[in-house]
Antibody
Framework: QVQLVQSGAEVKKPGASVKVSCKASGYTFTNYFMHWVRQAPGQGLEWMGIINPTGGSTSFAQEFQGRLSMTRDTSTRTVYMELFSLRSEDTAVYYC?????????????WGQGTLVTVSS | EIVLTQSPATLSLSPGERATLSCRASQSVSSNLAWYQQKPGQAPRLLIYDASYRAAGIPGRFSGSGSGTDFTLTISSLEPEDFAVYYCQQRSNWLYSFGQGTKLEIK
């Protein structure tokens, strides 16, 4: 069965960076795009970016340009999201989400979420 | 950037009733729209994609309609487990956005 297992909760200080991992299993890793979506406490969903696991190409939402990186390791079937220059507003649950089969348009399987807390 | 506006913000209904949730796009997204359900402490779950196709394992009481800028999610007869927050989501030119959500609560 498809599973996306994310790394554990993080606490960071303002200005630091955080790297969250998402390990995939149960499907052909390179056949599906992976997205990252975040959700601030009590708020809605915010799309951050997408990575193509085949070649590693990425596309990011405008508001994250310059401080977001996404990478993948095909040998371990893992994608990574790294956010730099953290501020308190980045406190959120971060989700990886697989693109629906044959298209990257929608998100059919989600990780369990990783809480990132940014606090001095 | 395409903005999705959901209405109402909160919908109070009883089990067995019909729920109608709306999502309006600031410009046409064709049929590139999905609906998700999210319960407290859980990740979202894909319900509907391409405006009207049910995702795998989604009960038949969930249906979607619309195209262009106006979309609707209908739950024909509410079950207790359907009370949750619902989000619409669009994709256009490799950019994606969500509506702000509709909370479906028990009346």
């Amino acid at each position: 069965q498809v599973q996306l297992v994310q790394s554990g909760a993080e606490v960071k200080k303002p200005g630091a960076s955080v790297k969250v991992s998402c390990k995939a299993s149960g499907y052909t890793f390179t056949n599906y795009f992976m997205h990252w979506v975040r959700q601030a406490p009590g708020q809605g969903l915010e799309w951050m970016g997408i990575i193509n696991p085949t070649g590693g190409s990425t596309s990011f939402a405008q508001e994250f340009q310059g401080r977001l990186s996404m990478t993948r390791d095909t040998s371990t079937r893992t994608v990574y999201m790294e956010l730099f220059s953290l501020r308190s507003e980045d406190t959120a649950v971060y989700y990886c989400a697989r693109g629906l089969g044959g298209t990257e348009y929608y998100f059919d399987f989600w990780g369990q979420g990783t809480l990132v807390t940014v606090s001095s | 950037e395409i903005v999705l506006t959901q209405s109402p913000a909160t919908l109070s209904l009883s089990p067995g009733e019909r729920a109608t949730l709306s999502c309006r796009a600031s410009q046409s997204v064709s049929s590139n729209l999905a609906w998700y359900q999210q319960k407290p402490g859980q990740a979202p779950r894909l319900l509907i994609y391409d405006a009207s196709y049910r995702a795998a394992g989604i009960p038949g009481r969930f249906s979607g309609s619309g195209s262009g800028t106006d979309f609707t999610l209908t739950i024909s007869s509410l079950e207790p487990e359907d009370f949750a927050v619902y989000y619409c989501q669009q994709r256009s030119n490799w950019l994606y956005s969500f509506g702000q959500g509709t909370k479906l609560e028990i009346k």
